[in-house]
């Protein structure tokens, strides 16, 4: 049996780094064998977005090439990593994903162009999307090491929040809020993985029942 692809969505601090490891423990506990991953891959072109986001250019320079590396990634990371592990039947949280290309690149690009781009992505089985008050999230980056991404600003990071909630249905994203201490937050993300895990199962039964 395929394993299942699992998003975790959410602005820059909103905690989808450390709730992808919560959710697969989650996984693994109900003995499920997961690979936890994220976007911009560890891969040569996740490379270079890394170089790119943490450099001097100013966000309205490199926007399409960001567009352009972003969808490029993602599809290496799909043939390279994504989809070898799901084809052995493994669970894979990934850390970021379409709806990411989506929310950050359609800030500077037409919407319809990144879709474009990332059509070829496979969809995702479940994409939760954490959320928290911008002031919440932002103070969370600034406490972080490490000099300011190219989107890590509070003008940037304001319409990346209104965003994600507008185009979560695109992905039939599933918000869940992401404030509160890391286990509450845990909990809720499960029970909703668990709910669109159940309803994903009962489509094709309900179909079969009908037909
Ligand atoms: P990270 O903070 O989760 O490591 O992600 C790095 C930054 O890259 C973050 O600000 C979101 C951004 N990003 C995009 O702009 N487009 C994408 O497709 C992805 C996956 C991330």
Redesign the pocket.
């Known amino acids: 049996m395929r394993g299942r692809l699992i998003v975790l969505e959410g602005a820059?601090g909103t905690g989808?780094?450390t709730q992808a490891r919560t959710l697969a423990d989650h996984l693994t506990s109900q003995g499920r064998t997961v690979h936890v991953t994220?976007?911009?891959s560890r891969g040569p072109v996740g490379v270079l977005?890394r170089e790119l986001?943490g450099g001097d250019r100013p966000r309205e320079h490199i926007h399409r090439e960001?567009a352009l590396l972003?969808a490029a990634d993602?599809l290496d990371h799909v043939a390279r990593e994504i989809e070898p592990e799901l084809a052995r039947g493994v669970d894979v949280v990934t850390?970021?994903?379409l709806l990411?290309?989506l929310v950050?690149?359609g800030l500077d690009s037409p919407l319809d162009w990144v879709a474009t781009l990332n059509r070829h992505a496979p969809p995702a089985d479940v994409t939760l999307l954490l959320t928290l008050p911008v002031e919440l999230a932002m103070a969370r980056v600034a406490g972080r090491a490490g000099h300011r991404?190219v989107?890590?600003t509070r003008e940037v990071q304001q319409r990346v929040h209104r965003r994600y909630l507008e185009l979560a249905p695109r992905v039939d994203a599933v918000v869940v809020d992401g404030q509160g201490e890391i286990a509450e937050v845990a909990a809720r993300l499960i029970a909703a993985l668990t709910a669109a895990l159940t309803a994903a199962l009962d489509v094709p039964l309900e179909r079969a029942h009908g037909g």
């Open positions: 820059d989808t780094t994220a976007e911009p977005i986001l960001l972003f993602r850390d970021r994903y990411s290309s950050y690149q991404e989107f890590e």
